[in-house]
């Protein structure tokens, strides 16, 4: 078993799936999450984000590093980037990928990860996701980038490390963080919505299901709301 904190994970069809975190490696499932396998990386840091992008599988953690995998994680490869902040979440828009992390990192990728630009942002602060348009990060910050590359600072309500946003297929975003913090954002405008909860929330997934859509929460001391 693992006893490290586990920080992301992902399915790249309904058997097979991988996860990554503070840890030097990461774990692969082939069937549907019942057992686990440790595929050694030989980058000794810890892993905060993984995703599945134009069949590689691609990990970021600290000090700016990058593993690839090209051969479903029989085999990695690791990138030095020149910035060397933590990389705390990627993300793919089916043409884009995104970085973003410590010190108001942000990459961007438009060849499915070989190559990253970094594009400048107003702020210093650690960011940890990025949905759409949208960047959340600590002390409350919603950053939102336009077509153009302007940013716009939305007020958030709250000084709470935002941990995770997601696209609500209604529309609008979700968010969630520390201390129970669950917001909603549409139209540059956010709503506070209680959690029911206190604990930190790491992570937030909308799904369709018929007429309704469900949001799911997981974060800490085995947090999972709905």
């Not at 590689?56 to 020149?82: C, E, F, L, M, P």
């Not at 709470?160 to 520390?178: H, M, Q």
């Amino acid at each position: 078993g693992v006893s490290d904190n586990l920080n992301s994970i992902i399915f790249t069809d309904s058997y097979t799936g991988y996860a990554c975190g503070n840890l030097p490696y990461i774990l692969k499932t082939t069937d549907k999450g019942n057992t686990w396998m440790s595929l050694f990386t030989s980058n000794y840091v810890n892993h905060y984000s993984i995703i599945s992008i134009q069949n590689k599988i691609i990990a970021v953690g600290d000090n700016g590093r990058i593993v690839t995998s090209t051969n479903q994680g029989n085999s990695w490869q690791t990138t030095y980037h020149s910035v060397t902040q933590s990389f705390r979440d990627i993300s793919y828009d089916g043409s884009q990928a995104f970085i973003v992390g410590d010190y108001g990192t942000f990459l961007r990728s438009t060849n499915g990860g070989l190559n990253w630009i970094s594009i400048v942002t107003p702020v210093q602060n650690q960011l940890n996701s990025k949905s759409g348009e949208y960047i959340v990060g600590d002390n409350g910050l919603i950053l939102k980038w336009g077509p153009a590359g302007e940013w716009t600072q939305i007020p958030s309500n709250t000084t709470e490390r935002l941990l995770s946003i997601t696209k609500d297929p209604s529309g609008g975003y979700y968010v969630c963080g520390n201390s129970g913090t669950l917001l909603k954002v549409k139209d540059n405008s956010v709503t506070t919505l209680n959690s029911g909860v206190t604990e930190h929330l790491k992570d937030i997934f909308v799904i369709r299901a018929g007429p309704v859509n469900i949001k799911y929460c997981v974060g800490n001391a085995g947090t999972l709301i709905r």
